[in-house]
């Protein structure tokens, strides 16, 4: 992958990046847009709130994984950053800016870290062979996914109802598939696990609760 990131923690589309304008269609909801609408933004549509409350119907427990999700974002990037010493992040899939971003977490524990965010992505698994085939050995990879196997029936109703109302669907992943990614890599402590037991300390969210998202962190050998 080539290209300048401009500023660090700069977000452009690739319409940007071509000097163009990119058609939003407000009447479908888009997975970035019904994220911040989870999480207490302003950046969306009725649309995205419509199915946004749909799946909260259906998966009461999805506000509560996406915070958990921030949550890990955030001990993630503070690790890699204060503890492992990287200083260069591509956060890829990263939706709208939001409150504790990669950059704002990174430059916090090293100023002096650089940020490139990339979305809509399309094979991830194509697209992490080929990233970490391409980074050096040191280089570290952390993933968050959605959970097929945890809450089985709620988060399958809810990804339904969600996906039969765009054209790009979304896909959670089952605790192997997710264990795949890592494939090869020296998982850090404690390993592929629910992102709300991934090294959670005081002021995060209680363990004992079940919620259908895996998570982890691993080194290139």
């Known amino acids: 992958m ?15 990046r071509a000097g163009g304008d990119a058609p939003i269609d407000t009447s479908r909801p888009n997975i ?10 302003k950046g969306n549509f009725a649309a995205d709130r419509r199915a946004a409350e749909q799946v909260i ?20 990037v503070h690790y890699l950053a204060a503890g492992a010493g990287i200083r260069q992040f591509l956060d890829i899939g990263t939706g709208l800016p939001s409150a504790n971003n990669t950059h704002e977490v ?13 979305d809509n ?3 991830p698994a194509a697209i992490v062979a080929r ?8 280089s ?29 669907p979304i896909r959670p992943r089952s605790y192997a598939e997710v264990c795949r990614f890592f494939a090869g890599l020296d998982l850090v402590e404690p390993g592929v696990v629910q992102l709300h037991r991934w090294r959670a300390g005081a002021g995060d969210l209680g363990t004992g609760r079940e919620l259908a998202n895996y998570g982890g962190v691993g080194r290139k050998l």
């Open 131 to 138: 990233l970490l085939a391409a980074v050096p050995r040191g």
């Open 2 to 16: 080539r290209g300048s990131p401009g500023k660090a923690g700069q977000v452009m589309s690739a319409q940007e």
């Open 140 to 168: 570290y990879l952390a993933i968050a996914h959605t959970a097929s196997d945890i809450t089985v029936a709620q988060t399958a109703e809810g990804v339904r109802r969600y996906n039969q109302q765009v054209t790009a």
């Open 57 to 76: 119907a259906a998966m009461p427990d999805v506000l509560v994984g996406v915070r958990a999700q921030r949550l890990f974002l955030g001990r993630a």
């Open 121 to 123: 992505q399309d094979d």
């Open 32 to 41: 970035a847009r019904v994220y911040d609408y989870w999480l207490g933004g």
């Open 106 to 118: 990174a430059q916090r524990a090293a100023p002096e870290s650089r940020v490139v965010y990339v």
